[in-house]
């Protein structure tokens, strides 16, 4: 199984920035990509911004040009850089990693709030 667990959440002003990580653990082996998805309250899950295994990105439009995601091997770690943060990013962050064998795992999420 593999572990993932979720860091950098907390309160930030519209306008201000915020850094995620999310560590993975266990059988870390074949994981194919990793993604950030977010909830926010009475909103369905959505897919935020994804990196594969060969380092390509791709990004929600509503966050394209503001947010980034990155990677460190050696950490087994996937981090999310959220710039110029506006209200309607307030949401639960969950971090994801998917299997070559499409099997999938999540972390317990952390919390954004943006608010002034």
């Known amino acids: 199984q593999v572990q993932l667990v979720e860091s950098g959440g907390g309160l930030v002003q519209p306008g201000g920035s915020l850094s995620l990580s999310c560590a993975a653990s266990?059988?870390?082996?074949?994981?194919?990509?990793m993604a950030w998805f977010r909830q926010a309250s009475g909103k369905e899950r959505e897919l935020v911004a994804s990196?594969?295994?060969?380092?390509?990105?791709n990004y929600a439009d509503s966050v394209k040009g503001r947010f980034t995601i990155s990677r460190d091997n050696a950490k087994n770690t996937v981090y999310l850089q959220m710039n110029s943060l506006k209200p309607e990013d307030t949401a639960v962050y969950l971090c994801?990693?998917?299997?070559?064998?499409?099997?999938?795992?999540w972390g317990q999420g952390t919390q954004v709030t943006v608010s002034s």
């Open positions: 990196i594969t295994r060969g380092g390509s990105t």
């Open positions: 994801n990693a998917r299997k070559f064998d499409a099997r999938q795992y």
């Open positions: 266990g059988s870390i082996a074949g994981i194919a990509a």
